[in-house]
């Protein structure tokens, strides 16, 4: 959305450390997502998809640009997966693996995902495992026990070569401020040498924070790897005390420009292609004692994603803050103000030109799937770093068009239309959120022009959220689609 109303409002407040993230804050959303979403219970599709998984082909079409680098949570898998743009993608970074204080990887929900991995190598997009710690002590203890960090290292390579994998990135937070410089620094130079040896293709990352809390070295960081992922995000949150931007551009104390040109300005003088800026593809939402922006906090009430934000932010004020070129939405509750800060493509547009001004290795962000079946996004990603892509490439990109269902939601019956499938034979299981299937279609292709309709009678099951999952091979091609039904 380009036309935002402009808010000139003189504040009381200024943009200095009042509300924005303390020097060491354990907050991290990679982190309060993650326990979020741990508490929760997830549907095991494993029997429902190709075990196979293909490697990663060189890529035919077209290309992004610079790197695109997005952070897949598993729950996001896999109701998102259907409005992945695989050719505006370069990097897919599965969140996540738990790495255990003794080595040892623990696996995300439904784990391996099949569809998703061929689909990413079909498309030429690298698959990434995100190995995550969020305990300070235990990385201590990964950091320091030569025979633990051996087996770690042992256990990465393993997950890389069993599925096809194209590379790790290290999210380890809440790092002791002890073990910030040479210990961390030393892990993923030794990390980075030993998967180099086995394979040079491997590719090996860290989760850097925007700002120097104290205790790191990020020249010798981005040194001791291929490149960082710079967490541009955070600098407003649940703790602050006022009201403002998760990733604000400038203004401030701290901001996304002087987090690149200053805490890491020797990596962009002489290494710009290290540093990947990292995005938030979601905000923050506060009850607030006045309409001002930087308002003074009274709640923090939630984390909105960005398709959330945006349709709350269409029934009420759409707002522009100069101060820090990002976006905000208020609305009133009785006597309540409730503000929302995100970034819309507006925003977003101005971090990734300034990534391209400064001639960084790309951009990424937090996280594929928040944006859900909005294309606002995916847009401008298109607009900075993709080409022009013929009809003939989108009929391959655009997977979930072969797959078209109508009406959804619906109430009993509903039609499933195939097309634009170059596959010999296909099914189709209609499965319940208990992962029982509920009714299958087999059918094999008899010409190339073919195309096949089908009514769904769901009349006799409860209402609720279905999952029609659509598998078809043809050559060495195994294609899964994944879309959610809603029966009323």
Not at 93 to 116: A, K, L
Not at 235 to 247: A, I
Not at 404 to 410: A, D, L, Q, R, T
Not at 466 to 477: D, E, I
């Amino acid at each position: 959305m380009k036309a935002l109303v402009i808010l000139c409002i003189f504040q009381l407040l200024s943009l200095g450390l009042i509300g924005q993230h303390v020097v060491g804050s354990p907050f991290s959303k990679h982190k309060t997502d993650l326990e979020k979403h741990d508490a929760e219970s997830y549907i095991n599709y494993d029997a429902y998809r190709f075990d196979g998984i293909i490697p990663i082909k060189f890529r035919e079409i077209s290309t992004p640009s610079k790197t695109v680098f997005g952070y897949l949570p598993y729950w996001q898998y896999p109701s998102s997966v259907e409005y992945l743009q695989y050719d505006l993608l370069s990097h897919i970074s599965i969140f996540d693996f738990g790495i255990t204080e003794n080595g040892d990887i623990e696996t995300p929900p439904n784990w391996p995902w099949t569809d998703v991995i061929n689909a990413s190598h079909q498309n030429g997009v690298k698959v990434i495992l995100t190995a995550v710690n969020f305990n300070g002590s235990q990385i201590h203890t990964l950091l320091t026990d030569d025979e633990i960090k051996d087996a770690l290292f042992s256990n990465i390579l393993s997950e890389l070569q069993q599925y096809s994998l194209n590379g790790v990135n290290i999210d380890f937070e809440s790092v002791n401020y002890s073990d910030r410089g040479f210990l961390i620094n030393n892990f993923m130079l030794e990390l980075t040498e030993y998967l180099h040896a086995i394979d040079s293709s491997y590719e090996i990352s860290f989760a850097a924070p925007p700002i120097n809390w104290g205790g790191w070295d990020f020249d010798g960081l981005a040194l001791a790897c291929d490149y960082l992922f710079i967490m541009g995000y955070d600098f407003y949150g649940p703790w602050s005390s006022t009201s403002g931007p998760c990733g604000p551009l400038i203004g401030g104390s701290y901001n996304i420009t002087n987090a690149i040109l200053e805490e890491y300005g020797e990596v962009v003088a002489t290494s710009p292609q290290k540093l990947i800026l990292g995005v938030p593809y979601y905000g923050n939402n506060w009850r607030t004692q006045n309409n001002w922006a930087y308002s003074n906090v009274i709640d923090h009430i939630y984390q909105p994603t960005f398709q959330n934000a945006m349709n709350q932010a269409a029934q009420y004020t759409f707002l522009w803050d100069n101060q820090s070129e990002t976006s905000w939405s208020l609305y009133y509750n009785g006597n309540d103000y409730y503000q929302t800060w995100f970034d819309t493509d507006s925003s977003i547009g101005l971090k990734f030109d300034f990534a391209e001004q400064y001639q960084l290795k790309g951009v990424g962000m937090w996280a594929l799937g928040y944006d859900g079946n909005r294309l606002e996004l995916w847009d401008e990603l298109r607009k900075h770093f993709g080409s022009p892509v013929s009809t003939e490439d989108l009929s391959i990109l655009n997977r979930k068009e072969i797959v078209k269902i109508y009406p959804n939601p619906f109430s009993g019956i509903t039609t499933i239309e195939i097309d634009n499938t170059n596959s010999n034979y296909f099914n189709i299981d209609i499965i319940d959120s208990y992962g029982r299937i509920v009714t299958s279609i087999n059918e094999s292709k008899k010409d190339s022009h073919q195309s096949f309709t089908f009514n769904i009678d769901l009349s006799n099951q409860s209402p609720g959220i279905y999952f029609c999952v659509y598998r078809s091979m043809s050559a060495n091609t195994q294609t899964t689609i994944s879309k959610k039904l809603i029966l009323q």
